[in-house]
């Protein structure tokens, strides 16, 4: 499986962005996906996670202004980011896996490059 990540960038605190992983090489409707982010000096965590059909996942920070939603037509998985906040500020992964839905990194053997999203006060 292939994973290619895109749209993030810099934005000031309260704007949006929407982050987009294009998935090739599986049927991208088998295919659990999830977005991690990592920011300096700390350790990678789990964002949002969706499974073939729903998102099941988010984490405490982001809920209420993130949404992760998928196009299986489009093999293509998204993370729309609203109210950001400067906290927000990390390189973000798109990450695949078949099968069931989990939301921690070692279960996810597919990885897309990251792209970095900044948030400034």
């Known amino acids: 499986v292939q994973l290619q990540a895109s749209g993030g960038g810099l934005v000031q605190a309260g704007g949006s962005l929407r982050l987009s992983c294009a998935a090739s090489?599986?049927?991208?409707?088998?295919?659990?996906m999830g977005w991690f982010r990592q920011a300096p000096g700390k350790e990678r965590e789990c964002v949002a996670v969706i499974s073939r059909a729903d998102p099941i996942y988010y984490v405490d920070s982001v809920k209420g202004r993130f949404t992760i939603s998928r196009e299986n037509d489009k093999n293509t998985v998204y993370l729309q980011m609203n109210s950001l906040k400067p906290e927000d500020t990390a390189v973000y992964y798109c990450?695949?896996?078949?099968?069931?839905?989990?939301?921690?990194?070692?279960?996810?053997?597919?990885w897309g490059r990251g792209t970095q999203v900044t948030v400034s006060s």
């Open positions: 090489g599986r049927t991208f409707s088998s295919l659990s």
């Open positions: 990450a695949a896996r078949v099968g069931s839905s989990y939301n921690t990194d070692d279960w996810y053997p597919y």
